[in-house]
């Protein structure tokens, strides 16, 4: 029996540079969220104390700090409601037929629409604190996430491939097992990719949820968002640029530190059976892989997990493989549908008489035709967006050096919150005298574009050498190139840019058609201003009006314009 | 374990039936009709079938992943209510989950029992080693090959030691040479009789690979699927290929595999007269073949010394599976190109000329063979004749053939005549409008100057 160490064992420093690193990351962090969280607790006594906004640039960290946590906070409950939510559509046949058309109309609802109707609520639930507005603020950084979130989850658990369901039903894996074992790891890809994604969208609108007007009355949380709002009412560039470069660093940052470990990470839970050519790489990720604390966590750890695997396998058994479909279930879903019509329709009359009997019918045909004003925004935008960005776009695309140094860079202007740049628009627009009708085009295009143009680089990558060889061979040229080669092979990735362009434009139109400098105000014509007014003075009715009609619109668009584009793209125009 | 005189039964399939619903309420489409089976302790059976004979489904109703529509499966005696505890199963896709490492994945189904971490732990390692995996324990599928992928199949349902194991197709999605290797070992762990399942139950379309494993070869019929019969394989294990009654047996049951008509017995009988019924023409389905599939084929026989081939011969040649070449057989015979007796196929007078004519006179021949032994183009045809404008939307015959099959099935034949009708020149089809359209007469003058119409 050995009672001292062996000699390689002294020899080797029981933690690495590493672990070292791993400690003091894990430190600072703790540090950064207990002094950053204290803020959320301060109390607010409206409108006597209110958290007032400094513009010294010393305060930005913080700032940044208390934005990004809130961003975090919403992340962790679009997990939960993502796993949730998408393992009951997907498991429940009745569920399954409300839930899916629900998250369909959700996804079409204006993100700051449900800030509108929602934070007078919130601020009525947590009295004397500012509690009431971060709730309201998170939850509408969650509702821009969430949605894309649960559809992707959802799809990839109605696409199990078979035998691995079957496989999991003949080893009997209790319902948790299969869910943390099967499930949860072959959508792991898919949410994380659209997680990072929606991630980016979420800093517009935690910048544009921190500084609000609802009632006559400005709510103001300390935020990035709400030092931009105060430099504006300022007119302060020099803060501006400030913030600018704050958000920068942080979207980097988080970029850096916290997405791509995970992307690294998650390459383990490929579908495909084969080791891949490129895999994506993290210099976090690798840190954390040569520490050995994480490791040795784990293991000690694992006795504790076991246990938990096994209570909750006990408490949930494998599904039975044999339900039959009785007449008395058929009956069943007969009247479960007809009860849902009866519900359906009761809403629906519901809205009708609310509506009616609040605003009129000449009110819903007045928000109709500024609807239309703003759907020829949206459509202005992205052919104009299509004209300048796709010829932009392949021509990266087919210059793959180019392609590798500039799509992150795209990705990046992608996730900035174009918000952070009205300002400097919005001045220009009053110094040279641009009428904003025209000049809320620009505004709603400096977030949305970046989709067409990343998607034009993805679809131009995506074109086969042999084709394009075949296209110089016979001599295709100028318009004839665009049109029998370019055009069609781009196709699919243009439609996913600009529906999600699309749907990026409705929703900033809210903030893009109504836009300040100062004590000057520039207002357009348009759906969007209407909803803010309304917001602003707090006019229930016409809220409700305004989002049911922009969600009516973005709902008709999908399924007129888009649902077929994308049909014909995945069966002409697949590559 | 042995093949004492008292078997026991492990599994008893009693008059199973198994329908789908057809799309719109249509009634039904039956997948089993009246099958039973008995799968004893110590053999090896086969479930061998063309593709559409339901032998997955079989095998899937009797390991307890899909209900019967009728009919009860009873494994040791007791009737099944549920996925079946006494038998794993080997899949064709290996069905490995890519996020576990080989150990992981072997004490998968051992973890859902419930047993304890050291247990599984030295269960799983003795799995692995009987597989010859040792080593391999920390890696993850991905780095593995095909044929070690369905090692790790294997240990995952040897590591339940369960009284029958299943296999789905096992060696169909792996090279030759890899598949060859791994049966063999199989084989030869069930002939030491160290196996760690007191049965075998394996699905497959490969005729070899059945005499070769298998004790007894249950031969499933199509539309509906049904058991035909069964051949004994009466041989001393491990079977020798070179045996001359393995190769007599191989072309037996190959005789019985392209002749739907014959009654499984064992010996071979002289083939019964199909029966005549007036059925629509959209009833009988057509073989799932390219045109440029059976040209080859054909031109690949008439090479052959009087324009004959032996069966087993020729897939063996091409590496074709039964899956793969019935069907192409099906479809020569049944345009009167070749004729199909004893294991051997011959090309008829038409065939030999369409195998080595020019391509616009093979498009002639093919056009009148198609008119008179395909109803379904026929009837077509005269349909769109009858159209004013000669032109009629693809969902009208699409609900034709749904009154009959699946939907999925539905469009596949569909796929198929539309093939065979652009080929014979019959008819048109506008995939972006959906439509079939008769060709303008005067067609041939218009093509020359425009671009001409998509193809396949």
């Known amino acids: 029996m050995k009672t001292f160490p062996s000699p390689e064992a002294l020899r080797r420093f029981p933690f690495g540079l590493a672990d070292i690193a791993v400690i003091l990351g894990t430190l600072v962090l703790l540090a950064f969220i207990a002094r950053i969280g204290a803020g959320a607790l301060v109390s607010f006594e409206p409108p006597d104390v209110m958290p007032a906004i400094d513009l010294d640039p010393r305060n930005l960290p913080y700032y940044a700090g208390r934005s990004t946590l809130r961003m975090f906070i919403a992340l962790f409950f679009s997990t939960v409601f993502t796993l949730g939510y998408g393992y009951v559509a997907a498991n429940s046949r009745r569920a399954e037929r409300v839930m899916i058309p629900l998250l369909d109309i959700l996804q079409s609802v204006p993100v700051l629409g449900f800030l509108s109707v929602t934070v007078t609520g919130f601020i009525a639930l947590f009295p004397g604190s500012l509690l009431g507005l971060e709730a309201a603020s998170v939850f509408a950084i969650f509702t821009s996430q969430v949605w894309n979130m649960t559809f992707s989850f959802y799809q990839s658990l109605r696409t199990v491939p078979k035998e691995l369901n079957e496989a999991a039903t003949l080893y009997q894996l209790s319902r948790w097992q299969r869910f943390t074992k099967l499930e949860v790891p072959s959508a792991t890809i898919g949410l994380l990719w659209n997680a990072m994604m929606s991630f980016g969208g979420g800093w517009f609108f935690v910048a544009a949820s921190e500084a609000i007007s609802v009632l006559n009355q400005e709510y103001t949380l300390p935020g990035i968002g709400s030092y931009v709002a105060a430099a504006i009412a300022d007119e302060n560039l020099i803060a501006l640029g400030w913030a600018l470069l704050t958000i920068a660093i942080v979207i980097v940052l988080v970029d850096q530190l916290f997405w791509r470990p995970l992307i690294a990470w998650s390459d383990k839970f490929r579908m495909e059976q084969s080791a891949s050519v490129e895999v994506p790489e993290s210099w976090v990720y690798d840190l954390l892989q040569t520490a050995r604390i994480p490791r040795m966590l784990s293991k000690a750890l694992a006795p504790t997990r076991e246990a938990v695997d096994r209570l909750l396998s006990q408490l949930t058994p494998p599904v039975s493989t044999f339900k039959d479909r009785s007449n008395q279930e058929q009956r069943g879903d007969r009247l479960y549908d007809a009860l849902l019509l009866v519900i359906i329709g009761i809403l629906i009359a519901w809205v009708f008489h609310f509506i009616l009997t609040t605003v009129g019918l000449g009110e819903v045909l007045k928000t109709f035709w500024l609807g239309i004003v703003t759907l020829l925004r949206v459509t202005i935008l992205l052919l104009l967006a299509t004209a300048i960005w796709t010829p932009v776009g392949v021509a990266i695309g087919f210059n793959p050096k180019l392609a590798r140094i500039l799509q992150p860079v795209v990705q990046f202007f992608a996730s ?160 | 374990m042995t093949a004492t005189v008292a078997q026991d039964v492990l599994i008893a399939v009693e008059n199973v039936h198994k329908r789908f619903p057809l799309p719109d309420g249509k009634g039904e489409f039956t997948v089993l009709s009246g099958v039973s089976l008995t799968v004893k302790s110590g053999e090896v059976v086969a479930l061998l079938g063309r593709s559409g004979s339901g032998k997955s489904t079989l095998l899937r109703i009797m390991a307890g992943l899909i209900p019967p529509s009728q009919g009860q499966v009873f494994s040791n005696g007791k009737p099944l209510r549920g996925a079946n505890n006494d038998v794993a199963m080997v899949f064709q896709s290996f069905a490995l989950l890519p996020w576990l490492t080989v150990q992981e994945n072997v004490e998968l189904g051992l973890e859902a029992q419930g047993v304890k971490r050291d247990e599984r732990r030295q269960r799983a390692l003795k799995a692995i080693d009987i597989v010859g995996l040792d080593g391999f324990e920390s890696a993850y599928p991905k780095e593995l090959s095909g044929g070690m992928k369905q090692r790790v199949g294997f240990a995952r349902a040897f590591v339940l030691e369960p009284q029958v194991l299943f296999m789905d197709e096992p060696f169909s999605a792996l090279d030759v040479l890899t598949s060859e290797n791994l049966r063999g070992e199989i084989d030869d762990l069930w002939n030491a009789k160290t196996f760690p399942s007191k049965s075998i139950l394996i699905v497959t379309h490969n005729i070899e690979e059945a005499v070769f494993l298998a004790d007894r070869v249950v031969i499933l019929g199509s539309n509906p699927g049904r058991i035909r019969g069964e051949v004994v394989v009466d041989l001393p294990r491990p079977h020798d290929r070179a045996s001359p009654r393995f190769a007599s047996l191989v072309d037996y049951i190959y005789t019985v595999m392209t002749n739907p008509e014959i009654e499984v017995t064992g010996e071979i009988v002289a083939k019964t007269t199909p029966t005549l019924a007036t059925v629509s023409p959209y009833a009988k389905a057509l073989p799932h073949v390219r045109v440029g599939g059976i040209s080859g084929l054909l031109e690949l026989i008439v090479d052959q010394p009087q324009g004959t081939d032996d069966i087993p011969r020729l897939a063996e040649r091409l590496q074709l599976a039964v899956d793969d070449l019935l069907p192409i057989l099906d479809a020569a015979v049944l345009l009167g190109f070749a004729e199909v007796s004893q294991g051997d196929v011959r090309l008829t007078e038409i065939g030999q000329d369409f195998a080595t004519t020019t391509i616009l006179r093979s498009k002639d021949l093919f056009r009148q063979q198609v008119l008179t032994h395909v109803p379904v183009l026929n009837s077509i045809v005269q349909t769109l004749r009858e159209k004013s404008g000669s032109s009629m939307r693809a969902e009208f015959f699409l609900d034709l053939w749904d009154d009959h099959f699946p939907h999925e099935e539905a469009e596949r034949q569909f796929a198929t005549a539309v093939d065979w009708g652009r080929y014979a020149e019959l008819f048109e089809y506008d995939a972006g409008e959906e439509r079939l359209y008769l060709p303008e007469p005067n067609r041939d003058l218009e093509s020359s100057i425009s671009s001409s119409t998509p193809t396949g």
Do not use: C
Request: proline share 3%.
């Open chain 1, 416 to 575: 900035f919150p174009a918000n952070f740049i009205f300002p400097f628009a919005t001045l220009f627009f009053i110094r040279t005298n641009i009428s904003i009708e025209w000049g809320s085009i620009l505004l709603m295009a400096l977030g949305a574009q970046w989709y067409i143009l990343f998607n034009s680089i993805a679809g131009a990558q995506s074109i086969p050498t042999d084709l394009r060889e075949m296209a110089d061979d016979i001599g295709l040229k100028g318009w004839q190139r665009w049109r029998r080669l370019i055009i069609p092979g781009i196709f699919s990735a243009w439609v996913t840019g600009g529906v999600t362009a699309s749907g990026g434009a409705w929703n900033a139109s809210i903030v893009s058609e109504i836009v300040a400098w100062g004590a000057t105000t520039l207002t357009a014509t348009g759906l969007g201003t209407y909803i803010a007014e309304a917001t602003t003075i707090g006019d229930w009715p016409r809220i409700t009006l305004g989002i049911s009609m922009m969600s009516l619109f973005v709902v008709g668009l999908n399924r007129i314009l888009w649902r077929r584009l994308y049909r014909l793209a995945e069966t002409k125009y697949h590559l």
